[in-house]
C-alpha cells in the first residue's frame, strides 16, 4: 500500500494522558497536514509542513499541541495533558506541494478521552 | 460565519437514483473548489477538483458545477450505488492558502436498494 498510513487507527487514553500519533505520508509527496474532525463535521486544519519545516499552525492547535517531522518524512502529532474536547479524529494528509493538486488522506486515528 | 455551507446536510435516496447536493461559499477570491467523498472511518478521498474559471468537471458517475457569479457548486450522482452511501464535502481553497482547506460541514449521502 503506497498510500498515506497513520498510526494507530484508534486510541483510547484516560483525562491528562499524553498520547502520540505517526503518519507516514506518500514517499514523494514533500507537503504533510494535519486536520481534526469530530463527528458530524468536516475536517478543520490543524498545521502542515513543507519538508521538515513547520510553517503554518492554525489557532486550535492548543500549547498541548505539537507536531514534528524531523527528517521530512513521517511526521507525529502529539498531545500533552490530554482533555475530553480532544477526542476527535485525526488525518493526516500529503501532496507535492503544488496549489491546485489534490490531497491524498490517510484513514485517520480516531481518539477518545475518557 | 462558515465560509462554506452545504445542503442538504443529508439525504436518502434509493440505488439507481440521481441526486445533486449544493455547496455556497464566501469564500473569494478562491483558486479551487473540489469535493471529496468521505466513506464512514476513513479519510476523504478526492472527487473533482476545479478552478474558478471552470463550470463542470466529471469523474465516471459524479459531476461537480461551479457557477462563480452566484458563489455555488453542484456535485451531482448518476444513477446511484450503494457504494456511494458516504459523506460528501466540498472544499474551498483561499488563493494563496497551498492546501489549507476550508472544509464544509458535508451531506450524508445513503443510497438504500
Known amino acids: 500500500d503506497t498510500g498515506v498510513s497513520q498510526d494507530p487507527r484508534h486510541k483510547i487514553t484516560k483525562r491528562g494522558q499524553n498520547v502520540t500519533f505517526r503518519c507516514d505520508p506518500i514517499?514523494?509527496?514533500?507537503?504533510l497536514y494535519w486536520y481534526r474532525q469530530t463527528l458530524g463535521q468536516g475536517p478543520e486544519f490543524l498545521t502542515y509542513f513543507q519538508n521538515e519545516a513547520q510553517l503554518e499552525k492554525s489557532r486550535l492547535l492548543s500549547d498541548r499541541f505539537s507536531a514534528e517531522r524531523p527528517k521530512g518524512s513521517f511526521s507525529t502529532l502529539e498531545i500533552q495533558r490530554t482533555e475530553q474536547g480532544d477526542s476527535a479524529m485525526y488525518l493526516c494528509?500529503?501532496?507535492?506541494?503544488?496549489?491546485?493538486?489534490?490531497?491524498?488522506f490517510g484513514s485517520g486515528t480516531q481518539l477518545s478521552v475518557l | 460565519k462558515n465560509q462554506v455551507e452545504q445542503s442538504p446536510q443529508s439525504l436518502i435516496i434509493l440505488e439507481g437514483k440521481n441526486c445533486t447536493l449544493q455547496?455556497?461559499?464566501?469564500?473569494?477570491?478562491?483558486?479551487?473548489l473540489r469535493w471529496y467523498k468521505q466513506d464512514t472511518g476513513r479519510g476523504p478521498v478526492s472527487l473533482t477538483i476545479m478552478t474558478f474559471s471552470e463550470n463542470t468537471k466529471s469523474n465516471g458517475r459524479y459531476t461537480a458545477t461551479l457557477d462563480a457569479d452566484t458563489k455555488q457548486s453542484s456535485l451531482h450522482i448518476t444513477a446511484s450505488q450503494l457504494s456511494d452511501s458516504a459523506s460528501y464535502i466540498c472544499?474551498?481553497?483561499?488563493?494563496?492558502?497551498?492546501?489549507?482547506?476550508?472544509f464544509g460541514g458535508g451531506t450524508r449521502v445513503l443510497v438504500k436498494p
Open positions: 472544499v474551498v481553497i483561499p488563493r494563496a492558502a497551498g492546501n489549507k482547506l476550508t
Open positions: 455547496c455556497n461559499y464566501t469564500v473569494s477570491p478562491f483558486s479551487n
Open positions: 494528509a500529503s501532496s507535492l506541494g503544488r496549489e491546485d493538486e489534490k490531497l491524498f
Open positions: 514517499s514523494e509527496h514533500n507537503r
